[in-house]
């Protein structure tokens, strides 16, 4: 008989990353579940978020800045415009220092 695995959904997904947090060890478990390559990805990722956010310069140039491809940025793009105002207003918040 197959067993279940123990995550199945992103939402519990969060909910560990949220309890590592709490107990002061989400680095270390953010760091064993992705490679360099993804953690790498990763920041790429939410340096196109703030670029995209501040509107300062075209997607092209984020692009040049950050070394990805322009499908990236604009897949970037597309995830931010599918948010609400609010939502878009706390990520900003979050993300820009």
């Known amino acids: 008989m197959a067993s279940q695995p123990e995550y199945e959904n992103w939402q519990q997904l969060m ?12 680095e270390l478990l953010l760091t064993m579940m ?7 990805a990763l920041v790429a990722r939410v340096n196109i978020l703030c670029e995209l956010i501040k509107g300062d310069i075209s997607q092209r140039q984020v692009s040049q ?3 990805v491809g322009v499908a ?11 948010k609400s105002d609010q ?8 993300l820009l220092k």
């Open 65 to 67: 800045m950050l070394g």
């Open 15 to 26: 909910d560990l990353v949220k309890s590592a947090a709490d107990n002061g060890q989400h």
């Open 87 to 94: 939502e878009k207003a706390e990520i900003a918040q979050l």
């Open 72 to 82: 990236t940025i604009t897949r970037g793009s597309n995830e931010l415009k599918a």
């Open 34 to 40: 992705m490679t360099s390559d993804e953690r790498d």
